[in-house]
């Protein structure tokens, strides 16, 4: 089975800080990432995903990520953060080696706190 | 509200009893998903339906949990004598193939 690792559980930043969550994924299987965010009282949703392609992903709320095959990385980035991006941030891949978005395994999650 | 929709939000119950949580998926989606997630933790997934049948179940599935998905559209996740480690969030998605899985809000459950 495949996981992901996630370095920070916490952060926390000013706003237009910019920002930078780490994940790194195990070796082997097709690789394809995910990055979801739970905003308070929210529902998981994506952020944005890499299957293939260019390394470098746009999501939504002007989130993106760089794929780095050579790091084994996918971090998350944001030039300036705003107070409403305070939520807890998943990084994911399919727990097996078929690839697609079968079922996902998750990282531990970083709590991202905003302050004003 | 066209979501991933589930119910009971919340379930309290005792060590022993049976519960049963049911997920509604997005009505085109073929394939449904379900996750246990606990505090501190990225959600751990548990089996995974294309459209009535389960295609794959996690060793985290001990023979206590069941789920089904009898007609490809709603799904239900049963847990019988219920155990304190049972306590979690039981998340629910679903998606069109292999696309973007939707996550539901959860099903919190309490053991006592």
């Known amino acids: 089975a495949q996981s992901v690792s996630q370095h920070n559980h916490h952060v926390i930043l000013s706003e237009a800080a910019s920002l930078e969550l780490g994940c790194n994924y195990s070796y082997g299987g097709t690789v394809n990432l995910f990055w979801y965010v739970q905003y308070p009282g929210q529902h998981l949703q994506l952020l944005l995903k890499?299957?293939?392609?260019?390394?470098l992903v746009k999501g939504i709320k002007g989130f993106e990520a760089e794929f780095i095959k050579s790091k084994f990385s996918f971090n998350l980035r944001k030039p300036s953060v705003q107070w409403s991006d305070t939520a807890e941030y998943f990084c994911a891949r399919p727990l097996y080696s078929g690839g697609g978005a079968d079922g996902l395994t998750f990282g531990k999650g970083t709590h991202l706190i905003i302050q004003p | 509200d066209t979501g991933v929709s589930q119910d009971p939000r919340h379930k309290i119950t005792k060590r022993g009893q049976n519960v049963t949580f049911r997920c509604d998926p997005i009505?085109?989606?073929?394939?449904l998903y379900w996750y246990r997630q606990t505090l501190g933790q990225g959600p751990e997934f548990l089996t995974y339906?294309?459209?009535?049948?389960?295609?794959?179940k996690s060793r985290l599935l001990s023979d206590r949990f069941s789920a089904e998905r009898p007609k490809g559209s709603f799904s239900t996740l049963e847990i019988q004598r219920t155990e304190q480690g049972d306590s979690a969030m039981y998340l629910c998605?679903?998606?069109?193939?292999?696309?973007?899985?939707?996550f539901g809000p959860g099903t919190r459950l309490t053991v006592l």
């Open positions: 009505s085109e989606h073929n394939r």
């Open positions: 998605a679903s998606s069109l193939g292999r696309q973007e899985q939707f």
């Open positions: 890499y299957f293939s392609g260019d390394p």
């Open positions: 339906f294309q459209n009535e049948a389960q295609l794959e």
